[in-house]
């Protein structure tokens, strides 16, 4: 007995964002040098990089603004001397 094939519409288009590229829109988290996440805002990109690092400080973390083009590094507070 054959089995009835399973035909779909369309399969849904998927938006890649190539790892080697700069986006063109938002903001993205640097890590190391290569692009990782895509934020749409700039706390929100800040926000996953402070977390990012609170728990690996030996990243370099960065958050990459594509309207302007520019980096900023995501500094880990020191702990402090009691």
Do not use: C
């Given at each position: ?18 790892a ?55 500094e ?5 001397a009691?």
């Open positions: 007995m054959k089995k009835p094939k399973l035909e779909l519409d369309e399969p849904q288009a998927r938006k890649f964002i190539r080697d590229r700069a986006p063109t829109e938002g903001y993205s988290l640097v890590v190391d040098g290569h692009f990782k996440s895509h934020h749409d805002t700039v706390e929100a990109a800040e926000g996953a990089g402070m977390k990012l690092k609170n728990q690996f400080q030996m990243l370099q973390i960065q958050v990459y603004d594509s309207a302007t083009k520019t980096r900023t590094m995501i880990w507070p020191a702990p402090s009691a």
